[in-house]
């Protein structure tokens, strides 16, 4: 019974306007894809790491993260693919025969907290196959569609969507990684949504989603305030913020 971390580092990160991938970006010195992967090691309940890698940046990738002395435990690297979903189906190939529990945890979100780590996979331990962290929601969300083209007459103005529906908040969690899934669970998952995987506007936006469309439970725990997601400059600012915080 081992828990193997696929760690996705793949993705370009054109939002942030810089020359590097994201995962390669530094926060208080050290590239986004080290501060997860020492987080992931320092939880103490991660076996071994697989970090999915950017094309032709594998090597890169590698000489961050396995020399790091934090990161105690083993680090693959895999070539990712055109999207999250293809880039965690080449890690989760990548796992071992004794490897039971697979986390699924994105370099996006560099401060997610070893304690986090360990509330995930905690629970999937004591018998829930599908865990997300989430957080409560404090906008009043709203669905929304397009407005047909010349469905409405009205004067020139700026661009407006159709509301549909507004959900009732308390119901509503917003969901980070760490996600923890029964290995066998996460495979099948992948297996029934492959065809998705090959493009942004048909794959997953996260794990969890692949094991809802099988049918199957996911459970939520809570999830924390340092897990945000860098997306813009002003992410990276809020994440350097909650670095320089006294622990
Ligand atoms: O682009 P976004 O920030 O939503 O990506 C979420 C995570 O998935 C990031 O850690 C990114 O590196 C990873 N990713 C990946 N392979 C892709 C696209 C994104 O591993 N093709």
Redesign the pocket.
């Known amino acids: 019974m081992t828990t193997l971390a696929i760690l ?4 370009s ?1 054109t939002r942030l306007g810089r020359d590097l991938p ?2 390669l970006v530094e926060l208080g010195g050290f590239p986004l894809v080290l501060h997860a992967a020492r987080r992931l090691a320092a939880s103490r309940v991660v076996d071994a790491i697989v970090v ?1 890698a950017p094309p032709g940046l594998a090597a890169a990738m590698s000489d961050v993260v396995t020399a790091d002395a934090h990161v105690s435990c083993p680090v693959r690297v895999v070539d ?5 979903q ?2 965690v189906a080449a890690g989760l190939a990548l796992a071992r025969p004794e490897d039971d529990v697979v986390i699924v945890h ?3 979100r560099p401060l997610a907290s070893p304690d986090l780590v360990r509330r995930v996979l905690d629970a999937v331990r004591a018998g829930h196959p599908a865990v997300v962290p989430g957080m409560p929601v404090t906008d009043t969300i709203k669905r929304v569609s397009p407005v047909p083209v010349g469905a409405v007459r009205t004067a020139p103005g700026p661009a407006v969507e159709r509301v549909v529906e507004t959900p009732d908040r308390a119901t509503l969690r917003a969901v980070q990684t760490p996600q923890g899934f029964d290995r066998a669970l996460l495979e099948r998952a992948h297996a029934a949504g492959a065809d998705r995987a090959v493009a942004d506007n048909l794959a997953a936006t996260d794990d969890a989603g692949l094991v809802e469309a099988l049918g199957e439970p996911v459970h939520v725990v809570a999830g924390e305030e340092s897990a945000l ?1 860098i ?1 813009t400059e002003r992410d990276l600012a809020v994440a350097r913020m909650l670095l320089e915080e006294p622990a």
Do not use: F, H, L, N
């Open positions: 996705t580092a793949a993705g990160g994201k995962a999915t990712g693919g055109p999207t999250r293809a880039s994105d370099a996006a997601k997306t």
